[in-house]
């Protein structure tokens, strides 16, 4: 769980101390009562002031004010807490290196367009990034060398006039980015581009040998500190605003240098932001942390939307990358100034996830997108989720019979993204796709045309789309554990057993909209619902016809119906892997013993605990009215 908690930062590093000039003297040796901060803070009984290090909402409401404050003029400047103006420094030339945009395959961890973005209904006016709860990180190197990376704040791609002169101006694309560069003379700057350019690069313009061009902003500021290393990433901020300014708060010293307006469409243009930690450009595309580190990322928006939270965008822009997997779903947070998500990337957990997550595992357990899980143990094919036509995901299950017969696991997960469909089998494990196989080997990556992308690494089969949408098989032999994952949350018109309708996560809809609230009865879970949500064949995903009968289980089963050998190995199993949900430690013992197989416990460590359970009871069927639902 993010925790939004702001007291971890400790400013107390050298680097802070070092940006502070404040005077400081010997207090009395009797305790003093606690003045009154007006200003800078002062003990009074003393002979003369005495200073205390700022705390951080001090220095936070100090900062908020100074960054959007008016410069006096075009220039760079900087400022060292408590000072109320800005003070002017030279201005350098930015070294001529690009931080290049996405290309290619889209990989595992963080970065080249694998990252969560902050996305608002109207045009962004600022944004800026920070880091929180920075768990096990020492030490941070790109290529080898240690503190070597980039800050990166980058805008959405967006139409600009500046592309007038590109060999197709319709596709020509303008995209901004706020830096900073922890090279050894650190410098933040921002670097303008022309996406799809395809012509020789306007004047002063440098083609980056892709057809786009490049250019930085004339003045950039040579930050006059050593390299910030990755012990301070919690005392640093990073900003971008439309007046053209990147500005960036290290401690207690702020450091400011202008644009040079190259897109004057970027007001009406930027309604995406991404904010992360990566390579120090092109050249270094990595920004490597070492082994168990885990932090937060913040990535606040100013859109004069109030305190409605930006959504969740499952993108990123630029192609710098580091060695980080997000492992958690972005929260959504409502504040009136600075609106944010805050999501959680760590190399201690390498397994990716979305803006928004469902599941089907084991025999066969769901979480819906809202959170509410219940089981289900029909046999046939039918639809795990929806969001609009151009993304779909069904699974083939089948049932346990004859050993198990009111159990069922997945034996297909096949999806269509956009024009591309994608199937993966077990028994013997396979990977269809638009009706072909394909032999996919161990740790590659397969893009398609279309920007469907196909990426094996062992067992696990990873299917993305450019928009963020994925689905995850994880192939266990007889079974497949599949993860289905929304590339924009919230998305209320998801549908299916995954679906959540209106986002509530209390209740079960059928797909003709009728509602079932809890308690569920057995009946009304697998013939109305079942029958609702089961795939025609003439909409089947599945290139191959299938021998599984449809059926649905005869009664309940959960662990308490295992014989009481079975269930007591198959607990001690599960409590053995620290499973403690009541409800994931039920779903466990079950698994371990249907699938007499250890690992089955491996898939609940790192799920996360239901919002909300519903079990099916045996009464007499009562529907409720349908609802009215979006169309996706």
Excluded at 64 to 73: C, D, L, Q, W, Y
Excluded at 530 to 547: G, M
């Amino acid at each position: 769980m993010i925790k939004q908690v702001w007291k971890h930062f400790a400013f107390t590093s050298t680097l802070a101390l070092s940006l502070l000039s404040l005077t400081t003297v010997n207090a009395a040796a009797q305790p003093q009562p606690k003045p009154k901060i007006t200003g800078e803070p002062q003990i009074k009984g003393t002979i003369g002031p005495v200073t205390r290090p700022p705390t951080f909402q001090q220095r936070e409401i100090w900062r908020k004010a100074m960054v959007r404050s008016e410069r006096p003029k075009k220039g760079c400047f900087m400022a060292t807490y408590p000072q109320k103006t800005w003070k002017e420094v030279p201005c350098e030339t930015p070294r001529p290196v690009p931080f290049g945009p996405k290309r290619g395959a889209r990989p595992f961890t963080v970065g080249n367009g694998t990252d969560f973005s902050a996305q608002v209904t109207g045009n962004t006016s600022a944004a800026e990034g920070t880091f929180e709860n920075i768990v096990g990180v020492t030490g941070v190197t790109g290529g080898g060398t240690a503190n070597k990376y980039s800050l990166q704040l980058n805008t959405n791609t967006f139409s600009t006039t500046t592309c007038s002169g590109a060999a197709n101006p319709a596709t020509c694309q303008g995209w901004e980015q706020f830096i900073y560069s922890s090279v050894t003379l650190s410098e933040i700057l921002i670097q303008y581009w022309l996406l799809g350019y395809n012509n020789p690069c306007p004047a002063g313009w440098t083609s980056d040998g892709g057809g786009d061009c490049f250019i930085n902003n004339a003045g950039a500021l040579h930050v006059p500190v050593q390299a910030i290393n990755a012990t301070t990433l919690g005392q640093m901020t990073l900003n971008g605003d439309i007046t053209d300014q990147v500005t960036l708060t290290a401690g207690g010293t702020m450091f400011s240098a202008p644009g040079d307006n190259h897109f004057p469409d970027l007001t009406n243009g930027w309604r995406i932001s991404e904010f992360n930690i990566f390579g120090d450009s092109a050249g270094t595309p990595s920004a490597d942390f070492n082994a168990g580190s885990t932090l937060d990322v913040r990535t606040r928006v100013n859109s004069g939307m109030g305190a409605i939270p930006p959504t969740c965008d499952g993108t990123g822009f630029t192609g710098e990358v580091n060695n980080l997997t997000l492992v958690s779903a972005p929260a959504l947070i409502n504040d009136v100034n600075w609106p944010s998500i805050v999501f959680t990337q760590s190399n201690n957990a390498p397994t990716p996830v979305s803006c928004d997550n469902a599941d089907s595992i084991g025999d066969t357990h769901l979480t819906t997108f809202s959170g509410l899980y219940y089981d289900f143990q029909a046999s046939g094919d039918f639809l795990l989720a929806t969001a609009g036509p151009d993304f779909v995901v069904q699974a083939r299950q089948a049932s346990g019979a004859p050993t198990w017969p009111n159990a069922s696991l997945n034996k297909g997960i096949a999806t269509q993204m956009g024009e591309t469909r994608v199937a993966v089998y077990v028994e013997p494990d396979r990977l269809v796709i638009d009706g072909h196989p394909e032999n996919l080997a161990d740790g590659k990556d397969l893009l398609l045309p279309t920007g469907v992308q196909v990426s094996r690494r062992g067992n696990t089969y990873n299917i993305t789309s450019e928009d963020g949408n994925m689905v995850r098989a994880d192939l266990n032999g007889a079974y497949i554990n599949a993860h289905v994952g929304l590339g924009h949350t919230p998305k209320p018109q998801a549908r299916g057993l995954l679906g959540s309708p209106n986002g509530n996560n209390k209740q079960l809809v059928t797909a003709g909209g009728v509602v079932l609230n809890e308690p569920v009865s057995f009946t009304d879970l697998y013939h109305s619902y079942a029958d609702s949500w089961r795939v025609q064949p003439n909409v089947s995903l599945f290139a191959e016809a299938t021998t599984i009968k449809a059926g649905i289980p005869s009664g309940l089963f959960f662990a308490a119906h295992l014989n009481p050998q079975e269930r007591a190995r198959a607990l001690t199993i599960c409590k053995a892997s620290h499973i403690t949900n009541k409800t994931l430690l039920d779903a466990c013992t079950l698994d371990t013993a249907v699938l007499n197989d250890e690992g089955a416990a491996r898939v609940f460590v790192h799920t996360l605990p239901p919002r909300v359970v519903i079990k099916p009871v045996l009464r007499e069927s009562v529907l409720h009215e349908p609802i009215v639902h979006p169309t996706p």
